[in-house]
């Protein structure tokens, strides 16, 4: 009986149908473990913001932001673990924690509210990502917010996705502008193994 148990996942980003980690979610539908549930809105407000290469993150800040649109998907617990890995739960980069939805409402209908999770920017960071984005956030993470996104396996190797996230938060517009990251591209350090950089 516990297999047949979904947990219900709010995407807001690079997990969505059209960005480059919605491959995961493709495959965890081929093999039973997710399906698609529809478009959804947060309830309330809560800031969703860019971080280093075009990464987004929601901020567990309700009342600030906007309210954000994304997918709704059913998941099995095979498949949270595939999902909390992708999210870096264990090293501290995102926290899955409880988010209520909406679905669009017709004109003549009330819209449901529904009980869901999602992956928030870690609570070690949020604050520090917020002020950095100069406390505005987007309403939807689509190609026009996803431009200059960079894959991970793009990304210097020698950099965890926390310390790429601690150099963000640190520089200035004008850095960003001209990618914070290129005097980080060549160091003696020995490369970190592809799956230490999330996202």
């Known amino acids: 009986m516990g297999a047949k148990k979904r947990t219900i996942i709010f995407t807001y980003g690079t997990l969505k149908r059209g960005f480059s980690n919605h491959v995961l979610l493709q495959d965890m539908i081929a093999t039973g473990d997710a399906s698609f549930l529809g478009v959804y809105q947060t309830a309330d407000r809560l800031p969703l913001v860019c971080g280093p290469y075009r990464v ?3 901020l567990n800040f309700p009342g600030s932001g906007e309210c954000v649109w994304g997918e709704l998907y059913a998941v099995s617990a095979r ?3 595939r999902m ?3 999210e870096g ?3 501290g980069h995102y926290e899955r924690l409880p988010i209520k939805v909406q679905a669009q409402a017709q004109p ?3 819209s449901v509210t529904m009980a869901a999770e ?8 949020a604050a520090a990502m917020w002020k950095r984005n100069g406390e505005i956030g987007y ?3 689509s190609e026009k917010e996803a431009k200059g996104y960079v894959k991970r396996k793009d990304r210097p190797q020698h950099l965890t996705f926390l310390e790429q996230i ?3 938060i640190s520089s200035s517009d004008e850095q960003e502008n001209l990618c914070y990251c290129n005097k980080h591209l060549s160091t003696t350090a020995a490369p970190l193994p592809i799956d230490v950089v999330n996202h």
Do not use: Q
Not at 118 to 125: D, I, P
């Open 56 to 58: 987004p993150f929601l």
């Open 79 to 81: 498949g949270l673990i």
């Open 84 to 86: 909390d890995e992708l």
């Open 89 to 91: 739960i264990i090293r």
């Open 108 to 110: 003549d209908e009330d």
């Open 118 to 125: 999602a992956y928030y920017a870690h609570r070690n960071y």
């Open 139 to 141: 309403s939807t993470y």
């Open 166 to 168: 601690e150099i963000f």
